[in-house]
């Protein structure tokens, strides 16, 4: 009598009528064979899935270049479905399930003909952790499975955990035509299902990432009792030797990567590395936070990236193992057969291909790498990568940081009065839109604990969430706000940022352990530092751009609660009181100052 998964998978193959049903067990010679399928057999727009790179300046790396209409995450056609419109909340678009299902339904007959569906078994978290989950995705294009690879604990042992459980995480997904007419992403969150279509992009089709790892996770940690969250971990190690475990949240394309994999501009001062994108936490039985990183890569930002800006991160790119590296839609450099994107290091070669494979020149009107191309790669490639990462429970979190792309308003870094306070802060943030998403760059928009395009139900609840694990623990870490992107009149960055933003975790590690109010000054909206409680050895920073860095401006605080307010009000009466009355506290202090 077949499983519950193998009956799954065989009703999807009854629906999308592949040519074969493949089963992959995560091997090496796997590996290669899918990749080895993407350079020879399949094609998107005539174009192979797969280039091979110079392999001896990156070796086992690989170019793909996706359909030119399918770039980026596409918001507009991500969908929740949940039974009421209320529970999913006014972030998220809304479908009524049966009604999702149906034209899910139309568009996947026949949608996998005369191609492979791969079944990828995978698990998020370590197998033994406390968190850890058991999914299967079904892909119909070797580029998804081999991400999958990079990105998940892909292997036949998954099917063995499964056994014969109903208990795992379903995912669906198929490029369809790439058809944006045709294209949705659907989450069912009761039902532990992802049903992708019409698209090949990084978030769209690694369902095991955005789709499951925060859209459902998130609704899996409220009824659970844990929190799903857009965050790197780090552990940050001190000159005695003391490691110091931070998570922070940082909207896509805001330097989450460089900071998870920061090169210490002052001496005896370690980053270790154990995730750069996604944090599962749960309290544990002494009161405290752990959190894990569900995954096992890094599906990182190209442009921008650097041995000036993130060294940690090209040298992972280049190491010589054996899992596959895969840069997407970056432009190629056909002197050398390597990867290039806008900011890598050394000049513009004379001879490029853009990301859609044509030739392309310095007078271009367009960038030769997309701006939101990317790559993917094993994360035991990392030379920062933490011993801890595999360690089941998790590791202890001292401190929480929110941070948001403003070249206005919000000061370098904030220490928050307390938990309450520091998820009101959350709440409200806003940032500066980047190329991560489909829509306008630039563009000021409230991205609450970096979350708004991933809270898989309705953000009140999520608020009231964070409010609630605050009140069970006994030892809550404390909150803050980071802004390395403030900006002077003309537009310059007063702060230099990558390896220098040590110097602002020093200060925050330090205040995490401390009880005393020493060294920071206390404003309407919490403490910032006093100059003298920076490290600044080794760095020249003049008292005017200092304090211009730490300034809160308080009329300008009174049009960001403004703002702030009509955010929050879309929500009605859902939204949590204590947040309405921590935003009537901070809008009381402001007005007194």
């Not at 800006?309 to 054996?322: G, H, K, S, W, Y």
């Not at 948001?404 to 959350?426: C, I, Q």
């Not at 390395?484 to 330090?510: Q, Y």
Request: include cysteine; hydrophobic fraction near 40%.
């Amino acid at each position: 009598m077949p499983t519950p998964l193998e009956k799954w998978v065989e009703e999807q193959a009854q629906l999308t009528k592949p040519a074969e049903i493949y089963w992959c067990d995560g091997s090496e010679e796997e590996a290669r064979r899918i990749v080895e399928i993407g350079m020879k057999k399949e094609k998107i727009e005539g174009q192979p899935i797969f280039h091979q790179l110079n392999q001896k300046t990156y070796p086992n790396a690989y170019l793909h270049r996706s359909h030119p209409t399918d770039v980026a995450r596409t918001e507009h056609l991500t969908y929740i479905c949940l039974p009421d419109r209320e529970t999913a909340g006014p972030n998220n678009n809304w479908m009524e399930p049966d009604k999702a299902k149906g034209r899910l339904r139309q568009l996947s007959d026949g949608c996998m003909a005369g191609r492979t569906i791969y079944v990828l078994p995978y698990m998020m978290g370590h197998p033994d952790s406390p968190l850890a989950k058991a999914c299967v995705q079904l892909t119909d294009i070797s580029y998804v499975a081999a991400s999958m690879r990079i990105m998940t604990r892909l292997g036949k042992d998954v099917i063995r955990k499964i056994g014969r459980s109903e208990n795992f995480v379903r995912g669906f997904h198929s490029v369809g035509d790439f058809d944006p007419r045709r294209r949705f992403i659907m989450h069912f969150p009761e039902e532990n299902l992802v049903w992708s279509i019409g698209s090949g992009y990084g978030g769209n089709a690694l369902l095991g990432k955005k789709c499951f790892s925060l859209r459902i996770a998130s609704w899996l940690g409220k009824k659970e009792g844990w929190l799903a969250e857009h965050m790197i971990i780090i552990g940050v190690e001190d000159l005695q030797g003391k490691i110091t475990y931070i998570a922070a949240a940082l909207p896509s394309a805001s330097g989450k990567t460089n900071l998870a994999m920061l090169e210490s501009a002052l001496p005896g001062y370690k980053i270790w590395t154990i995730g750069d994108d996604i944090a599962w936490i749960r309290i544990g039985a002494n009161g405290r936070l752990y959190a894990i990183n569900p995954e096992f890569g890094f599906f990182g930002v190209a442009p921008g990236t650097s041995f000036q800006t993130n060294p940690n991160m090209m040298r992972t790119l280049r190491a010589n193992l054996f899992y596959p590296t895969i840069f997407t839609n970056t432009a190629l450099n056909l002197e050398n057969n390597e990867p290039w994107w806008e900011g890598i290091d050394g000049p513009v070669p004379a001879k490029l291909l853009d990301w859609r494979g044509n030739p392309w020149q310095p007078s271009s009107k367009t960038t030769a790498a997309h701006p939101n191309s990317r790559f993917t790669v094993w994360i035991k490639h990392c030379p920062t990568l933490s011993p801890e990462f595999e360690n089941p429970p998790g590791v202890p979190i001292a401190a929480i940081l929110f941070g948001s792309r403003r070249s206005k308003v919000m000061p370098l870094v904030l220490e928050s009065f307390n938990w309450a306070r520091g998820v009101l802060m959350g709440a409200i943030m806003g940032t500066e839109t980047t190329a991560a998403a489909t829509g306008k760059v630039g563009v000021l928009r409230r991205d609450p604990m970096a979350m708004l395009p991933f809270c898989g139900y309705n953000m009140a609840d999520y608020f009231g969430h964070w409010l609630r694990m605050g009140e069970k623990m006994t030892q809550p870490p404390k909150i803050f706000f980071i802004n390395w992107f403030r900006t002077d009149e003309s537009g310059k960055f007063l702060w230099p940022g990558f390896g220098e933003n040590i110097r602002v975790l020093k200060w925050i590690i330090e205040r995490a352990h401390r009880s005393t109010q020493d060294g920071a000054k206390e404003t309407p909206i919490g403490w910032v530092p006093e100059k003298n409680s920076l490290d600044f050895s080794g760095m020249k920073i003049s008292e005017e751009n200092f304090k211009k860095l730490c300034t809160v401006d308080g009329e300008e605080w009174k049009a960001e609660l403004e703002n702030a307010q009509a955010f929050l009000a879309q929500f009605g009466s859902r939204m949590p009181l204590e947040i309405w009355d921590e935003f009537n506290n901070l809008k009381t202090a402001l007005l007194k100052s």
